[in-house]
């Protein structure tokens, strides 16, 4: 017997449990049942969702830090983030591992988590009074970037 979606993608598996809950408690609707159907089958969906969330959050780390990396003349930093940047890019791949379905959105979540960072990373460098290296308008990172193994060159050591 082969794995069962819960155990290939948690995301997918919460979507269709959450659906056939629902048909159930229509099935139900005028019989007796403990079981409050659409209620259950809402914390079903929130698993995906939280999957989601996580995606999101780890994806917005990365992005954060990277920009850091590159617009911060900060240099006591620099290894926090890097290893920050490390840490997250695992915790992206064990979410994927557990719902593959979501590397689908993640191209969407790039290009949200980029502009939401970028106005974070600016407030932290004003916050700090510290002036950017780049315009933090030029930074863009692609999917590759963002949860491949790169790491920006730290061109203040020349």
Do not use: C, F
């Not at 659906?19 to 079981?35: K, T, W, Y």
């Not at 089958?41 to 995906?48: D, M, Q």
């Not at 780890?58 to 590159?70: A, F, Q, R």
């Amino acid at each position: 017997m082969g794995k069962s979606l819960y155990h290939e993608d948690i995301v997918l598996w919460s979507v269709e449990q959450a659906h056939a809950l629902r048909e159930a408690g229509v099935a139900q609707l005028n019989l007796p049942s403990p079981i409050d159907w659409e209620n259950v089958a809402e914390e079903i969906e929130s698993l995906g969702r939280s999957e989601r969330s996580a995606l999101r959050t780890h994806i917005g780390v990365i992005i954060e830090h990277l920009m850091k990396l590159e617009a911060s003349p900060a240099r006591d930093s620099r290894r926090g983030w890097i290893d920050t940047v490390l840490r997250e890019r695992r915790k992206i791949e064990d979410v994927l591992d557990d719902s593959p379905s979501l590397r689908r959105e993640v191209p969407d979540i790039l290009v949200a988590a980029i502009s939401r960072q970028r106005r974070l990373v600016l407030r932290l460098l004003a916050l700090y009074e510290e002036q950017p290296l780049t315009a933090l308008d030029d930074l863009n990172y692609t999917e590759e970037q963002v949860l491949g193994d790169w790491l920006l060159p730290d061109r203040r050591r020349s």
